[in-house]
């Protein structure tokens, strides 16, 4: 866990440095461009992925290109690793993550993040023959989970030490561990296990207990007021026409909550 830890401090140091370095002006480099990057992803339906047509489609690539509306430009969709979200943005490859993003005190240091635009709660599942109810339950237990999403970093802050995480390196590979039973819990987020319990039928994954009930923000580079204005007046224009709680219920079917639905800043 101190490894972790350590390794975690290391990149959030490295990533600061890249912070201080970032263009004081996205917003004005993207209009004069007329396109906008933004880092989605595709392998965490509902959220992120590929249809039949090898199109990209989800509740953050619908958010994405009505944020690219909002800016007056077109999308450039870049699917991005959940593990290097990040990363991507730090490095200047994209200019903003709409990827099921949860905002935390370290991601703050070196992000600015818009104003709540979906649900995403963050829970323990697993098998029923295990029973949990919370993280002491943990113990001596072997957990999956995506690598830097943030059920790796809340558990590792809250399960006992004997408890072994084992990382994955995208959702797609932590489905395919439940599935052939190389792990039997899983953290993850809930409608990534509500698709798994598709894949698995007969071994649905259950809800053990909530880790965390989070909101999804849009990540962008500190020190660009700018462009989070602008992102945070096309995100309320959208709540208020509907048309935001439209693409909710689409891919969650759930309207926005009201707490969401009523924060424009």
């Not at 989970?145 to 802050?157: C, H, I, N």
């Amino acid at each position: 866990m101190k490894f972790v830890k350590t390794v975690l401090a290391a990149s959030i140091g490295l990533m600061t440095v890249f912070a201080g370095a970032a263009s004081a002006d996205t917003l004005a480099d993207i209009q004069k461009a007329g396109v906008v990057k933004i880092g989605v992803p595709q392998d965490f339906a509902p959220y992120g992925s590929v249809n039949a047509d090898l199109q990209l489609q989800g509740l953050d690539i619908d958010v994405a290109r009505l944020v690219a509306k909002g800016l007056g430009v077109k999308a450039e969709l870049i699917p991005v690793p959940i593990s290097s979200r990040m990363a991507f943005l730090q490095t200047h490859k994209i200019d903003m993550v709409i990827s099921t993003l949860g905002k935390n005190a370290e991601r703050e240091r070196v992000m600015d993040f818009s104003q709540g635009y979906a649900p995403y709660n963050n829970s323990v599942f697993g098998v029923a023959a295990i029973k949990v109810a919370g993280p002491a339950d943990l113990a001596n237990q072997t957990v999956g989970v995506a690598r830097s999403t943030f059920e790796d970093l809340m558990l590792t802050d809250s399960v006992p030490k004997s408890t072994v995480l084992k990382r994955y390196e995208d959702n797609n590979s932590l489905i395919a561990a439940y599935v052939s039973g190389q792990v039997q819990i899983v953290g993850t987020g809930d409608f990534v296990a509500y698709a798994l319990a598709e894949k698995t039928p007969t071994n649905k994954p259950l809800l053990k207990y909530i880790i965390n009930v989070s909101t999804c923000y849009v990540g962008m580079n500190k020190g660009e007021p700018a462009l989070v204005a602008k992102v945070n007046d096309a995100l309320t224009a959208s709540k208020k026409s509907g048309e935001l709680n439209g693409i909710v219920k689409k891919w969650l079917n759930v309207p926005l909550s009201e707490k969401i639905a009523s924060t424009y800043q």
